[in-house]
């Protein structure tokens, strides 16, 4: 390493350590939190017949009507702005942690940073009435036809999405029982009895979390398999395909429940994440 880059790095890593650069990084831990409440929130009312998109889209919907919502909706998308700067930063200079300059861990920090620039620039869409408002199930649908049918062995990337959607999500499941989370969050500045509500939530919310994207997966998967787009679904088909089974609404109630407990513990890494 040069002296210019080493320079350039160090001055990189002052910037990440910056209280006004922590604020927005935490604000953006803060804003997915509001979003899968509002998430678990919808699918409960979607599990008792009441309709909406249990969505990001179908929450933007919900705080747009109350009062304040634009300025809330603002927050929220500077806050995912914050959440993809943090994960750039990570992906420039390295995670925390003994292993955290590995290509592995900074490919994925860029990869949700991306991902974060993309939920930022649709919630900012969703502000400024560009980019209409259809649901995550019909824009999951419309894009698997446009990969099938206009890309050169479209297909067959379909399937590896769907495949990555499965592995990740049986990925996280696992990290989530054996509680990796933690190694990521200030459990020194916990007390004995938060470190264990933390923990619990971190279990549950993660693992929640995890089942709704290889559920996704699945069905992704599904439609490269068939060469039907119409089987994709988003997160708003996925989590009623849950209230169709056997037991009814109430499997789709308790994955509503995890979802909620993943927004309370994205407020609980917005407070103690190692940033």
Same mark, same amino acid.
């Given at each position: ?18 209280? %006004?650069?922590? !604020? ?48 809330? !909706? ?17 992906? !420039? ?43 995550? #199930? ?90 039907? %787009? ?5 997160? #708003? ?11 009814? %609404? ?13 927004? !309370? ?11």
């Amino acid at each position: 390493m040069t002296a210019h880059s080493a320079h350039l790095r160090a001055a990189g890593r002052r910037a990440s350590n910056s209280t %006004p650069f922590q !604020l927005l990084a935490r604000s953006g831990l803060a804003a997915r939190g509001l979003n899968y409440l509002l998430v678990g929130y919808l699918a409960i009312k979607v599990a008792f017949g009441k309709g909406g998109h249990a969505d990001r889209q179908g929450a933007l919907e919900t705080v747009a009507k109350t009062t304040g919502g634009s300025l809330i !909706l603002w927050l929220v998308a500077l806050g995912f702005a914050g959440l993809a700067l943090w994960r750039y930063s990570e992906a !420039l200079l390295g995670q925390s942690g003994p292993d955290g300059h590995k290509a592995t861990k900074r490919l994925a920090s860029l990869a949700r940073g991306v991902f974060y620039t993309g939920v930022c620039a649709t919630t900012v869409a969703f502000i400024i009435g560009a980019g209409g408002r259809s649901s995550s #199930d019909k824009k999951s649908k419309d894009y698997t036809a446009k990969a099938m049918h206009e890309i050169p062995a479209g297909r067959w990337l379909v399937l590896l999405v769907g495949i990555g959607f499965i592995a990740g999500g049986i990925g996280i499941a696992v990290g989530a029982l054996r509680r990796n989370f933690e190694k990521q969050l200030k459990t020194e500045q916990m007390s004995a009895r938060v470190r264990r509500v933390v923990e619990a939530l971190g279990m549950v919310g993660r693992s929640t979390r995890a089942l709704v994207f290889a559920a996704a997966g699945v069905f992704l998967a599904y439609a490269a398999i068939t060469f039907d %787009p119409g089987k994709a679904k988003g997160v #708003d088909g996925t989590l009623r395909e849950f209230a169709s089974t056997s037991v009814g %609404p109430w499997l789709l109630v308790l994955v509503a429940f995890g979802l909620v407990v993943f927004g !309370l513990y994205s407020f609980c890494e917005a407070r103690w994440r190692r940033v």
